[in-house]
């Protein structure tokens, strides 16, 4: 790849990441934490009820593809109610569990649903954009649904760092998708559900203030090619991705060298 054509990659990215900074940056800052707190008690209901039950299907799919070994040291990123890690303990109870999440009241639900399972998952309540650990502390990383929410350069820079050399990320959520007829059906489909599933769930006034937020999110979000490109220029190797309905979903795994 030339150098004009690197630089011209590293613009585009740059250009992304200054726009969702620009538009999002208040809502990021002073709201989503409200929103999550309000949501917290229903959250995974909210989602599957949202998805038409796809949350969990998918879900299950990305927990399928994370290969865990007994006594690895795993970090959820943005683990919200620590279904990934829950799922992951099942499949593996001899694993180190790490949670790291900006809502307190989201990780309060996560631990009390881990505890009723018998599992125990250490819990930091940080901003993930700058993560308290040392280089190279994780054999898996792991990140879903929170990705179109954060400065992704930042975070998954930083999950870089604390991977150990050869450990793998793990990352999966709602994506823009590259066909313009499938990404106008998803955005009217997402208005419609947002609406309904607040009102269904009685949702507070933050969450019903977001719902054009969720879904701009989602537009100026990454594609499942795009966001495969972005972890190669990070400085992630053997990146594959698989995508699902249509592109609105996508899972990465990528291998810090």
């Known amino acids: 790849m030339s150098n004009a054509c690197e630089q011209d990659i590293e613009l585009r990215f740059q250009h992304r990441e200054r726009a969702r900074k620009s538009e999002f ?39 399928a593809s994370v290969e865990v070994a007994p006594g690895e040291r795993v970090l959820d990123v943005c683990a ?3 279904g990934v890690g829950i799922e992951l303990l099942r499949q593996q109870p001899e694993l180190n569990v790490f949670a790291i999440d900006r809502s307190a009241a ?16 250490e819990s930091v309540i940080k901003d993930v954009h700058a993560l308290p650990f ?3 502390s994780f054999d898996i990383v792991t990140l879903q649904w929170a990705s179109r929410h954060l400065r992704v350069v930042d975070v998954f820079s930083e999950i870089r760092r604390v991977l150990r050399p050869g450990g793998c990320f793990y990352h999966c959520d709602m994506l823009k998708p590259k066909n313009r007829m499938v990404a106008l059906l998803y955005g009217a489909y997402l208005k419609a559900c947002l609406s309904s599933t607040a009102l269904a769930f009685g949702s ?35 990146v594959t991705c698989r995508s699902a309905a249509g592109g609105i979903v996508a899972s990465h795994r990528a291998v810090k060298p």
């Open 204 to 238: 507070g006034t933050e969450a019903w203030s977001c719902r054009d937020y969720f879904v701009r999110a989602i537009q100026l979000f990454y594609s499942a090619a795009e966001l495969t490109e972005l972890l190669e220029r990070i400085g992630f190797s053997n």
């Open 80 to 82: 919200g109610t620590n």
């Open 25 to 63: 940056s208040s809502i990021w800052q002073d709201t989503l934490e409200a929103v999550f707190a309000d949501v917290a008690p229903y959250y995974d209901f909210a989602s599957n009820f949202a998805s038409l039950g796809l949350c969990s299907r998918w879900r299950r799919r990305f927990i």
């Open 134 to 136: 040392p280089d190279n």
């Open 106 to 121: 989201m990780q309060e639900v996560g631990l009390r649903r881990a505890r009723a399972r018998g599992f125990h998952i």
